[in-house]
């Protein structure tokens, strides 16, 4: 007899297959568990009497009985995707099949320090609630994409570079979302998570080898293997914006390293490099994009050098992996056409073993709403019972 917390284990391993298929025969199960088809039926009639599965109509005969389809149940409970990011954050209600209920996003200015933040995602989940006619009970968890660097493991923001807000740095930040929502939190790096959900918006074409680059206030970005995100030994955030572009380049601010990649191709950068043009001086990210939208020609040759040397380090990042598949994401890849385009035609023009190689490049399924999406997939994925 199978021992009670091997049960467990496999029974919970057995609801996420469910749940990662979408809609799935005990034929099909059988096929992907070693155990019997005894313990298969008891395991389904488990989780259809705690609610957590459903029956979901019948497959193709063939040659017997149709087969009973099981899919898990949407209504069981509720999941909250949590992103904070550096210009905006989000959040998003979720059903347990990962479908959005509801989507909040706001701007993150100099007032959102990390109180006031939380005060205001108290009050969001709240009104969500409220408007789904849900009690605090029926929220799972609080999956949050962040900001890092961060400890994972003591489930820290530590001290993450150009929050318009004071008061960033070593900011417990499950503990204080607990604290306040009454929610259980789990937390990793906001690129991670957005490739989490991108991958999970692909999952009908299983992409095994992915890439994901946000370009925005910062660069950040996330690597999946074999379908599963690679942690480093620290917290990989940034670290992309460091890549040296340009040996003796310029340096964004007083931290980093000369000739880094972001220091080329980031708002902050844009902003910086506007300071040279007399007409543009003191101009913000919001002014840049306006006189883009104009068709500035000053204006427009920042952001297309821009986008060729985020073309120079996606290749870097290209050659060094080579992924399948490539997610572009964030206010500079949303900035206007041109940049995405001119960001991979200098991709594709300096990758090696190219036409033989040739990744696939995208804004995403999920674009703006990835990292609260995968926040909350990531929360499913640990969701115990």
């Known amino acids: 007899m199978e021992a009670p917390h091997a049960k467990l284990e496999t029974k919970k391993k057995l609801y996420q297959h469910i749940a990662n298929q979408g809609i799935v025969s005990k034929i099909d199960l059988l096929a992907s568990f070693t155990i019997t088809t005894s313990t298969m039926n008891r395991l389904l009639e488990d989780l259809l009497a705690d609610g957590l599965i459903q029956e979901s109509g019948r497959g193709s005969s063939t040659g017997g009985r149709k087969p009973i389809l099981f899919e898990i149940n949407p209504h069981y409970g509720y999941i909250i ?28 200015d100099e007032d959102m320090t990390p109180g006031r933040f939380v005060s205001h995602v108290a009050q969001q989940i709240r009104a969500l609630l409220k408007d789904h006619d849900l009690t605090q009970d029926r929220i799972i968890s609080i999956g949050i994409g962040a900001v890092g660097p961060l400890d994972r493991e003591r489930n820290m923001i ?25 929610i259980p939190a789990i937390l990793d790096n906001g690129a991670n998570t957005a490739l989490i959900g991108e991958h999970w918006a692909l999952r009908q074409e299983q992409p095994q080898h992915m890439l994901y680059v946000h370009a925005g206030v910062s660069l950040r970005s996330a690597m999946m293997s074999q379908g599963r995100i690679i942690h480093g030994s620290v917290d990989m955030e940034g670290s992309i914006g460091q890549m040296i572009i340009q040996k003796d380049g310029p340096r964004l601010q007083d931290t980093g390293n000369y000739g880094a990649l972001e220091a080329f191709v980031s708002v902050l950068a844009l902003e910086k490099q506007a300071q040279a043009h007399d007409n543009l001086r003191g101009a913000s990210y919001d002014t840049l994009l306006r006189e883009l939208s104009r068709n500035n020609p000053v204006v427009q040759k920042l952001f ?3 986008a060729t040397n985020l073309g120079i380090g996606l290749a870097n990042l290209i050659n060094s992996f080579h992924p399948e598949t490539i997610i572009l994401g964030g206010v500079l890849i949303s900035s206007h056409e041109s940049f ?3 960001a991979i035609e200098t991709a594709i023009a300096n990758t090696y073993y190219y036409p033989e190689y040739t990744p696939v490049f995208s804004k995403g399924a999920l674009k703006e709403d990835a990292v609260a999406a995968g926040a909350a997939l990531m929360a499913r994925e640990h969701f115990t019972f």
């Open 81 to 108: 995707g949590l992103e904070i990011s550096r210009f905006y954050s989000s959040l998003g209600l979720y059903d347990m099949q990962l479908n959005a209920k509801s989507q909040v996003r706001w701007r993150m």
């Open 304 to 306: 297309l050098d821009a």
């Open 340 to 342: 995405y385009s001119t």
């Open 158 to 182: 530590l001290k993450p570079l150009h929050f318009r807000a004071q008061g960033w740095s070593d900011v417990p930040i499950c503990q204080l979302i607990e604290e306040a929502c009454g």
